[in-house]
């Protein structure tokens, strides 16, 4: 999770720049997480567009610009030190204090984040629709602080958790398990915090952004900057929250590291309320599924006519002066945009109804969609080896020697995937700065190497991490066996956790090159109009990976113990065998490398300009020809 936060500022900032920017590193960074935050605006709706205008010439000169940063920064950094403050340390919390089993806890957190991020897609619906993003964030703010201030509770109260169990009743299996009421607390907690993630998540990066004129070069230098500070902010945030907040949680007290999420979270609510009457306040926008809707709808109408030859006969909605030829692939949607009679109005303004006819434009947006689907599937495994680094890893961390020298500071289990966001954001200056240039001169190409060769190479560092990973629980396994600690599953076994190292600094290294790669594929291929949906398309496989990682965990843990020999995910580390989980999802990232290549190959077939023609900037017609009226 938070790898996934830490994603956001960045992956915005190359959607506000300039038609074809040149490829910047830092603006695909985060994750995702800003999973269809911006839908509506890739379905375009004309009348709630002019009202926005409208309310934007009523407002006054003063509301929106950098004034209102402070408010907005200050809401994200505190937001996002109280969140990742509780989500990357409650795998050891769930473990320790409410005695469940590391595979109960494990597949828990997983079928929760996976929620949470599917959760961002009715939140933007929402935010986009009817509420607008102010009071999306508002509510999404008030749910996390109520989620926290629950979780507080049961940490500080006995009584609202299991009794403690100890080294002997853990090994016996006798601890105490909890009751209904107090899973149904631990529940609402995660309810709570899933709803603060539907609000916050899809609209506190657009709601920054919206304060900001985005017209001309000084407009997208505005922009940029802002999403420079933001991303700033956000990596600050969770490196504190890595480090000094889950080491009060571990070392200190769970209730004090919890209630200084509750302040983080309250001084995040205060700041961004102050910024009210300065704020630019945008009406809210239609979403993009009812666009979509209406192609599917109107291409079954008029499924019976035949498309013209002519395609500039097609409906294109007020463009007058170019108009974009459809793409090959998914020609039955073209006779959404036929014209019959009675479609248009009159005067020619508009459609009578969206649910009739709709516009080229509107139609490649979802052919777009369509088009990238297999390639949006090969980020799934990705996601489901990423999500081990905050459930499996930090298992192992906590029954490794996490101290720093014989008697020095002693590391937080949950604090391991601060590795991870380190050699992230050392790699990626390096990489913009000298990899780039270097293979730019071998392989003549602007970008230094290919979209689809950079998301291989993410695959595979990603199927090297989990073997890497495999090879360390066998010498963390093989020490705790020759030590006699097979049947005490709460030892500390003698094998400094710096041999985690390896694994979460190759993870985060995969994430650089896998997110470039995959969010420049969504960028580059989508329509203009559809560049929000880019990074919605790109962000929404963590949920995906998550649901799929919890799948995976269940029947692994139910199939492999047979015979009375313990399974691979055994509550026992030391009897059980995660190095052949590791393994096994290794061998499922390498075999997904071979489909991405397949897949790879079937776009470019199917699409041999999309991966090399140029867009027109003039005119932001993309990946699609351009022919004057």
């Not at 005695?99 to 897609?121: F, Q, R, Y």
């Not at 916050?200 to 070069?217: C, I, K, T, W």
């Not at 407009?219 to 802002?226: D, H, I, L, N, T």
């Not at 580059?524 to 929404?540: G, K, L, Y």
Request: contains cysteine; proline residues 4%; charged residues 15%.
């Amino acid at each position: 999770m938070a790898m996934e936060e830490q994603r956001t500022g960045a992956q915005a900032l190359q959607l506000y720049k300039s038609p074809r920017p040149r490829r910047n590193s830092f603006a695909v960074i985060h994750h995702f997480n800003l999973c269809f935050a911006t839908f509506g605006r890739a379905a375009g709706n004309d009348k709630a567009e002019a009202a926005d205008e409208k309310k934007k010439d009523d407002e006054p000169r003063t509301a929106g610009g950098w004034k209102t940063m402070p408010f907005i920064i200050g809401n994200e950094a505190c937001e996002k030190l109280a969140v990742a403050g509780l989500g990357s340390n409650m795998v050891v919390y769930l473990v320790t204090k409410y005695n469940m089993k590391k595979v109960a806890a494990t597949n828990m957190l997983n079928i929760w984040s996976g929620t949470t991020s599917l959760a961002t897609l009715p939140g933007a619906f929402l935010a986009d629709s009817y509420l607008g993003r102010f009071w999306a964030i508002t509510i999404g703010c008030l749910s996390y602080l109520l989620g926290m201030s629950i979780l507080t509770l049961t940490a500080l109260i006995p009584r609202l958790r299991p009794s403690s169990c100890s080294a002997l009743e853990k090994k016996l299996n006798r601890c105490d398990s909890a009751s209904a009421w107090q899973f149904a607390l631990l529940v609402l907690v995660f309810a709570f915090k899933t709803v603060g993630s539907a609000g916050v998540r899809p609209s506190n990066m657009a709601f920054g952004a919206d304060q900001l004129e985005q017209e001309g070069a000084k407009g997208k230098r505005r922009v940029q900057s802002f999403f420079n500070w933001y991303y700033f902010s956000s990596c600050v945030a969770l490196i504190i929250s890595l480090t000094v907040i889950v080491y009060i949680q571990t070392n200190v007290s769970w209730g004090i590291g919890f209630g200084i999420c509750i302040v983080f979270m309250l001084i995040s609510i205060v700041f961004f309320l102050l910024g009210r009457p300065v704020y630019r306040h945008d009406v809210p926008r239609g979403s993009a599924f009812t666009g979509f809707a209406q192609v599917i709808v109107a291409s079954i109408r008029k499924r019976s006519l035949p498309l013209p030859s002519d395609f500039s006969q097609l409906y294109h909605g007020e463009q007058t002066d170019f108009k974009p030829k459809p793409t090959n692939q998914f020609s039955f949607l073209d006779k959404a945009a036929i014209i019959t009679e009675g479609d248009i109005r009159p005067d020619g303004s508009s459609p009578v109804s969206s649910w009739r006819i709709c516009s080229v434009e509107q139609i490649e947006g979802l052919k777009s969609i369509m088009r990238t689907l297999p390639i949006f599937s090969c980020g799934i495994a990705n996601q489901i080896t990423n999500a081990q680094q905050h459930t499996f890893s930090v298992l192992q961390a906590l029954s490794m020697d996490r101290r720093l020298g014989s008697k020095g500071f002693q590391i937080p289990a949950g604090s391991f995937s601060v590795f991870s966001l380190l050699v992230l954001i050392a790699w990626l200056p390096f990489y913009e700065r000298v990899v780039v240039p270097i293979a730019r001169r071998i392989t003549k190409d602007n970008r230094g190497i290919t979209m689809f060769q950079r998301m291989g190479i993410g695959f595979s560092i990603s199927a090297l991490s989990m073997l890497v990973a495999g090879l360390v629980e066998v010498k963390r396994r093989n020490t705790a066996l020759s030590h006699g600690l097979a049947d005490q599953p709460s030892a500390i076994v003698p094998i400094s956790a710096l041999w985690l190292l390896p694994q979460f600094c190759i993870v985060g290294l995969g994430e650089a090159f896998h997110t470039i790669g995959n969010m420049e594929f969504f960028y580059d291929q989508f329509p203009a109009t559809m560049r929000s949906t880019a990074i919605a398309m790109s962000s929404c496989t963590s949920a995906l990976g998550h649901y799929l990682s919890a799948i995976i965990v269940t029947v692994v843990h139910n199939t492999t113990g047979r015979d009375g020999r313990p399974d691979w995910l055994d509550d026992n580390l030391n009897r059980g065998h995660l190095e052949y989980f590791y393994w096994l999802l290794s061998t499922m990232e390498a075999l997904n490398l071979i489909y991405f290549v397949v897949c790879a190959r079937w776009y470019k077939r199917g699409n041999p300009r999309a991966v090399e023609a140029n867009p027109d900037a003039s005119t932001n017609c993309y990946e699609m020809e351009c022919m004057e009226a």
